[in-house]
């Protein structure tokens, strides 16, 4: 194996083993929808603003590498199970539907 090649997986190592660091110390993310401001405004007229349906109105969501860490959790404690500060409520606000 040449020495570039070993290089090329020995950063492809260390950049997932940063990943996992940074998704392990820092869970959420901005969310996408709403920007992580929470509200969405109306595209229409632009006055308007209504709560975020994605986030709940708390303008984070939870990163894709960390629900992967958390379907493969093996803990039988249940001591990494649950996210610390999750801010989403167990059952978001919805709009009504007239």
């Not at 950049?15 to 929808?33: S, T």
């Not at 958390?70 to 539907?97: A, C, K, V, Y």
Request: with cysteine; aromatic share 10%.
């Amino acid at each position: 194996m040449s020495t570039l090649a070993a290089f090329v997986i020995l950063a492809a190592i260390g950049y997932a083993l940063l990943y996992v660091l940074v998704v392990l110390i820092f869970p959420f993310r901005p969310c996408k929808r709403c920007g992580g401001r929470g509200v969405r405004h109306n595209r229409i007229t632009g006055g308007g603003f209504r709560q975020c349906t994605r986030c709940a109105g708390t303008g984070r969501a939870v990163r894709p590498g960390r629900k992967v860490l958390e379907f493969f959790n093996t803990d039988p404690h249940n001591r990494w199970s649950n996210i610390p500060g999750d801010p989403r409520p167990l059952t978001p606000r919805r709009r009504r539907r007239w």
